[in-house]
């Protein structure tokens, strides 16, 4: 028991349980009655369960410093680059947590990825948020700012060292590689796996000390443990060498494979022997083991399910390509670790890779695994965090090549704690083993965390909007096609459309095999006035992706546009096969047939789109208009036509005007011209109090009603090109 001098009582408390205290007692004292002048007694757990305790005041200070600098990504918009994918192009996500939702976020591979709990995360935040921004930007900046906390607790709990514990977790949280994965929204996926993956890693250090005391509740923690790491792997399957890690953590600093003697307080063990592997830990792993499998299998599925363009094949990228670019990669993480510059948002392949450029990173990520191994019997976390950056890096170091990315950012989320780790646990030991003074030792930290801070600020002003994101992509990176296509579709929504375009044609440039940018310029020259450029790049989309239905269907619409109704059939043909579960090219066909005066064959396509899909209010409204004004009478079907213009009001909660509309065509050919004249007088209404213009056809619809008079017109008129 250590007296506390400054406490007239005496009183005694205690920072952790006797279990957790393996440090001697002359440097409990030093840690912390000395240094924090509180007094220690290793019996007690007052201070254990006092949110005032010097480790929780940390916690907290970590996580709040971190909120703190992620709080202009408040003011941040939506990101083109993938943003579209996971929140504003899916409208189930913008309905919220719903139940049809929560079964699609569990049963679909969109965006190439079995990911439930991201889609359900992404649910939440438009359920709160609607499409606001700030509001997804805000909770990636919680998540992040509590993955903080949550690291330091783990570091606390395994290693019992406090300031070197909060130099990771700082270098962690304030570190620029890390700001693509929160300042970015559709990298939830990053920060809520690892958010699971910490509590997975504190479950377990928890599970082990509980084993060493031979309480039964361990088995609790190690389920929660497995729970956890699968809540993780529901988040993103990048998880699936974390088991891996559990084995590196028997190693050190739980030394559950090892037998040591304890040196001086400060310093780490010498004559660290491990013994003979236990085979049993390797066993108590099987569990993960078996949950990384099934991960594996899902991922797999979703990556290369058909349609899916995720995985790309060896005849794109060789497997000799492959094999030279993941030591370039290995090097490139461990550039940007230790200085960030030149930071992207992606980083694009190139186009040859020499042989002899990879000798050098090669020798060198040899050499440092051999002195990890070398030295594992004296600097053992040389070992465990070497190995956990590796390890963690080898679901997507380029194996399996996943889109056209030679690297990125992102992914050093989590590896990198195995750098930091290795690093500061090495400097602490040549401290203690030079004698290097505190104060030089807590400037350099505080030094190198100031230069992080700056830098992230600096990074963090390029992810304002996508325009600058992906200027600054292109003024770092050289070649990069896909930055140029992104910046052209930023640019195109900001109406600079010849800008646009001009990237759009750089892209196509720098990659021609590539269907994305021509497909894009298409849609930009259409835009622009431009049909018969427009036409040239929608078929050469079309050429380089072939298997891919949305292309045949927007060339089909610029075939349309041009006069080319024959050759509009066969593009919209083709994207039904394609896609039997795509409504609209049939919409488009029936709309060629009835300018072609086949109404019963468009009438056929309209109802092929209504069986696709029953509750869509435009399809809905647009065969009621067809069915209740068509000038040939045997297209007629009023009953029908106002059955479908009911549902589809009921859909639109009676709010749209073209619904209400269209309600009113149906009423009139049913001979109802009061509820006819109800519906077209509720539609102007609608309309002027949505401020829309051009509602004079309305309002002869409504004076035909007014005299007992249908409306009639001629869909071949109407729907000419």
């Known amino acids: 028991m250590v007296r506390n001098r400054f406490w007239p009582s005496g009183g005694c408390v205690s920072i952790f349980p006797p279990r957790e205290l393996s440090l001697p007692a002359a440097e409990i004292a030093k840690t912390f009655c000395v240094n924090n002048r509180i007094a220690l007694c290793p019996a007690a757990k007052i201070a254990y369960k006092n949110p005032m305790s010097l480790p929780r005041r940390i916690a907290l200070l970590l996580a709040v410093a ?26 189930i996500v913008q309905n919220g947590v719903t139940w049809a939702g929560v079964k699609w976020a569990f049963t679909t591979m969109a965006a190439s990825n079995w990911h439930p709990l991201t889609w359900l995360s992404h649910m939440i935040d438009c359920g709160v948020f609607g499409l606001n921004p700030a509001g997804p930007h805000l909770v990636n900046a919680l998540f992040h700012a509590a993955n903080t906390a949550l690291l330091f607790t783990l570091l606390i709990r395994i290693k019992k060292k406090i300031w070197p514990s909060a130099f990771i ?43 060493a005391a031979k309480n039964p509740r361990a088995k609790i923690y190690f389920a929660w443990s497995l729970v956890t790491f699968a809540l993780g792997l529901m988040a993103k399957p990048m998880l699936v060498t974390l088991p891996c890690v559990l084995l590196l953590l028997d190693f050190w600093p739980l030394k559950r494979v090892a037998s040591c003697k304890l040196q001086v307080a400060g310093s780490e063990p010498r004559n660290f022997q491990p013994s003979t592997f236990n085979l049993q830990l390797l066993l108590e792993k099987i569990p993960f083991f078996l949950v990384t499998a099934a991960s594996c299998a899902i991922t797999f ?41 030149k930071l992207a948002i992606f980083y694009p392949l190139q186009e040859k890779i020499p042989g002899s450029s990879v000798v050098i990173p090669v020798a060198l990520l040899v050499f440092i695994s051999l002195g990890a191994i070398w030295f594992y019997r004296t600097r053992p976390y ?52 030079f004698k290097i003074p505190s104060f030089l030792l807590a400037g350099t930290a505080i030094f190198i965390l100031a230069a992080c801070i700056i830098t992230t600020e600096n990074q963090l002003r390029h992810w304002r909007n996508s325009v600058t994101l992906f200027q600054h992509a292109l003024a770092v990176t050289t070649d990069n096609d896909v930055a140029r296509d992104n910046l052209g579709v930023a640019l195109e929504l900001q109406g600079r459309l010849p800008e646009a375009a001009e990237q759009y044609r750089a892209a196509t440039h720098l990659e021609p095999n590539r269907y994305i940018p021509f497909h894009n310029l ?45 050759e509009a059939l066969k593009e919209f043909s083709e994207a039904a096969r394609l896609d039997p579960h795509y409504p609209w090219p049939h ?31 435009e399809i809905l409204t647009f065969t009621a208009q067809v069915l ?33 509309d269209v309600l009113g065509m149906a009423c009139a050919e049913l001979g109802k011209f009061d509820d006819a004249q109800m519906a077209a007088q509720t539609a102007l209404d609608t309309a002027n109090a949505l401020k829309l213009k051009n509602l004079e056809p309305i309002q002869q619809r409504l004076e035909l009603y007014k005299n007992h008079q249908p409306w009639r017109e001629s869909f071949g008129a109407t729907n000419a090109p």
């Open 66 to 91: 971190t909120f703190a600098l992620y709080l202009p990504v408040a003011w941040f918009s939506f990101c083109v680059y993938d943003d579209g994918l996971y929140v504003t192009d899916q409208s």
């Open 522 to 566: 298409a849609s930009v020259l259409d835009r622009l006035g431009r049909p018969t450029e427009a036409l040239a790049a929608h078929r050469e989309a079309v050429r380089l992706e072939p298997q891919k239905q949305t292309l045949h269907h927007v060339l089909g619409l610029t075939l349309v546009t041009a006069g080319k109704d024959d």
């Open 587 to 617: 919409v488009e066909i029936a709309k060629i047939y009835l300018r072609q005066n086949r109404d019963t064959n468009a009438l056929d396509e309209l109802r092929a789109a209504l069986r696709i899909n029953q509750n869509n209010i």
């Open 169 to 211: 977790a700082a270098l962690f949280a304030w570190h620029p590689l890390h700001v693509e994965s929160v300042a970015w929204i559709a990298e939830r996926k990053d920060v809520l796996s690892t958010f699971f993956a910490l509590i997975a890693l504190l479950n377990y250090a928890r599970y082990v000390e509980e084993s």
């Open 628 to 660: 209740a004004a068509s000038e040939n009478p045997a297209t007629r079907d009023g009953h029908n036509a106002f059955l479908l213009a009911a549902k589809a009001n009921a859909l639109a909660n009676g709010r749209q005007p073209t619904v209400l």
């Open 382 to 433: 040389l070992f465990t965090g070497w190995f956990w950056f590796l390890g963690m890096l080898v679901p997507v170091i380029g194996f399996v090549q996943v889109g056209g990315a030679a690297f990125a950012d992102r992914y050093s989320y989590l590896p990198a704690i195995g750098i930091f780790i290795a690093i500061t646990f090495a400097v602490c030991d040549l401290a203690a083993r």
């Open 301 to 341: 599925l979703a990556q290369s399910q058909r349609g899916g363009s995720a995985v790309v094949s060896l005849t794109t990228v060789p497997l000799h390509y492959r094999l030279k670019n993941v030591p370039l990669a290995y090097v490139e993480y461990l550039e940007k670790t230790f200085w960030p510059t």
